[in-house]
């Protein structure tokens, strides 16, 4: 989904340990910024079953600190026990119908799509109270960038988002993906990425349109800065919960969304509408829907990936599991005994 995009303080881990899960839950400091060291016990596991079939889901988080060292011997050995890989879905565009010159004319042409239409600036596109939040933000994360302020808002916001998740020791990075696919090449698992392609016809032209357009990325730039000011502290002791496999204060913990407001500045816009990707998240989560069921039907056990976000919200992806008559078996409630 991407390249459519591009188109149109330091504790160690004893402290952290301690203060976080000591026997009184409720003293969870306010972390500056977190180095984690040492091997902390890792998520537990969601399970799907079907008979004596077994979906594995792993809740994945982000962002998660730097360098943190998580148990993942557990998660490894039911990958070893499987057959399946099944990874989130993705969005794709083929540019296959393309030559070598013009994709390359194509990438020269991406210089400038971040930009807001007519040289305009933030001051300009931004109303007055939410250009002061920004100022006090970008002083804080970017300090004097004078280039950023010609940006469209909402990449403006993602990289403030970044800057500041790197100053407090986290990142968006955080190779979990990484490690189980390698773990399941080991294995030699099956991988399944579910996907939807879109063939984009006349890409120049349509990068020229986004150029020039307008998109309505105000609410997305909003909740990004709300997310900055409000719930990177939240951030962090979600983190540490994830680390230890502790679901109940990640679920208890409030959460700033950015994502609903910053997917919809792209899919309620008009280069979205032309190509006909306006419904592509509910599209998307079938299309995995029907590869994890499917995979249930005919494997003893697959191993999954879905953003722990999403298996804790009201619209769960378990729901529809449970819906259609599977068991749903949740991860262990967190004990520091």
Not at 321 to 336: H, L, M, N, R, V
Request: charged letters at 25%.
């Amino acid at each position: 989904m991407r390249l459519l995009f591009l188109l149109v303080l330091t504790l160690p881990l004893s402290t952290i340990s301690t203060a976080l899960y000591g026997k009184n839950k409720s003293s969870i400091p306010a972390l500056h910024k977190i180095v984690v060291t040492g091997t902390v016990p890792g998520p537990d596991l969601w399970k799907v079953s079907n008979g004596e079939n077994t979906l594995w889901v792993l809740g994945t988080l982000s962002p998660l600190p730097k360098k943190m060292d998580w148990n993942f011997k557990p998660i490894e050995q039911v990958i070893q026990t499987s057959q399946v890989l099944l990874l989130p879905p993705r969005f794709t565009v083929s540019l296959k119908e393309l030559g070598f010159f013009k994709k390359l004319s194509l990438a020269t042409s991406v210089f400038g799509i971040k930009k807001n239409p007519n040289k305009q600036k933030l001051i300009e596109v931004l109303p007055a109270d939410l250009y002061a939040r920004w100022v006090l933000l970008k002083k804080q994360y970017l300090g004097h960038n004078r280039s950023i302020e010609k940006s469209r808002p909402i990449f403006a916001s993602y990289k403030l988002f970044n800057k500041a998740l790197k100053k407090h020791g986290m990142s968006n990075d955080t190779g979990v993906t990484k490690k189980v696919r390698k773990a399941a090449k080991r294995s030699q698992l099956e991988l399944l990425i579910p996907s939807i392609e879109i063939n984009l016809e006349d890409p120049k032209a349509k990068l020229k349109k986004f150029k020039t357009t307008e998109i309505n990325d105000l609410e997305c730039f909003a909740k990004t800065m709300e997310r900055i000011e409000n719930d990177l502290d939240a951030m962090q002791k979600r983190a540490i919960a994830w680390s230890f496999g502790d679901i109940a204060t990640i679920k208890a913990l409030p959460y700033v969304d950015d994502g609903q407001a910053c997917n919809a500045a792209w899919l309620n816009s008009e280069l979205a509408e032309e190509v006909g990707i306006t419904d592509v998240r509910l599209r998307l989560r079938t299309r995995w829907l029907d590869a994890a069921k499917s995979a249930l039907a005919n494997n003893t056990s697959t191993f999954a990936l879905w953003p722990i976000s999403q298996l804790l919200s009201d619209d769960s992806i378990l729901n529809d599991f449970e819906a259609a008559g599977y068991t749903i078996t949740a991860p262990k409630p967190f004990s520091d005994d």
